[in-house]
């Protein structure tokens, strides 16, 4: 599978946008970007994805590199709440696709 | 609508003890994924159900886990004799469909394993 890279740990200001970078510069042309979060004692849950086009949802939005290497993930404004390890994962085509996380990027919010 | 729900929520296990662990998917789901989280690290990959059929198992970590889906909804994931290095959170996630790229997987809370 092809790997994420994400940094450690990123702290933001409440009500202020937060961008979680992901370089992914093993793509393969078929691969979907995924983003999940894990909030304190909860399962993951799914944020948004994306294949090549920038996405928008109510939880967030995905910044998609025109060469695919790398992706943004970005909270317009974040809230205590979004305090959690944020995931970037590839999913390969097939209808197995399992979810193959690395250790994530740690989101602290000051208030 | 409900999501998905694991039981019991933590179990303390003597090393040697069996246990197993229960997941009720979002009903109509057809894929059905275990995964396995240690403390601190991201959730590893244990098997994957399309309805009844357990169509991969290579992150079984060894021949003491089995899991099951006999009637393609519930699903049991079986521990033998436990040893300490099974302490972790169990997750067990499903998806509407064949569990693709496209997907959203829906995460139940987990299952904290502690083993003595």
């Known amino acids: 599978d092809a790997k994420t890279t994400q940094p450690n740990s990123m702290e933001s200001n409440e009500e202020e946008p937060v961008h979680l970078p992901c370089n992914h510069s093993?793509?393969?042309?078929?691969?979907?970007i995924h983003w999940y979060r894990q909030l304190p004692s909860q399962g993951p849950e799914y944020v948004i994805h994306?294949?090549?086009s920038n996405v928008n949802n109510r939880m967030a939005s995905l910044a998609i590199a025109e060469d695919r290497k790398s992706s943004t993930l970005i909270l317009h404004r974040a809230t205590l709440r979004d305090a959690a390890v944020y995931y970037c994962?590839?999913?390969?085509?097939?209808?197995?696709?399992?979810?193959?996380f690395g250790k994530g990027i740690t989101l602290s919010v000051r208030p | 609508g409900a999501g998905v729900s694991q039981s019991p929520r933590y179990k303390v296990a003597k090393r040697g003890q069996d246990v197993a662990l229960r997941c009720d998917p979002i009903s109509g789901h057809v894929s059905l994924f275990w995964y396995q989280q240690a403390l601190g690290q991201g959730p590893e990959f244990l098997t994957y159900?399309?309805?009844?059929?357990?169509?991969?198992k290579s992150g079984l970590p060894s021949d003491r886990f089995f899991a099951e889906r006999p009637e393609g909804s519930v699903s049991t994931l079986k521990i033998q004799r436990t040893q300490q290095e099974d302490s972790a959170v169990y997750l067990c996630a499903s998806s509407f469909l064949s569990g693709g790229r496209g997907e959203t997987q829906y995460f139940g809370p987990g299952t904290r394993l502690l083993v003595l």
């Open positions: 093993t793509i393969s042309g078929t691969d979907y």
């Open positions: 994306g294949l090549t």
């Open positions: 159900f399309q309805n009844e059929a357990q169509l991969d």
């Open positions: 994962i590839l999913r390969a085509s097939g209808a197995n696709s399992k979810l193959t």
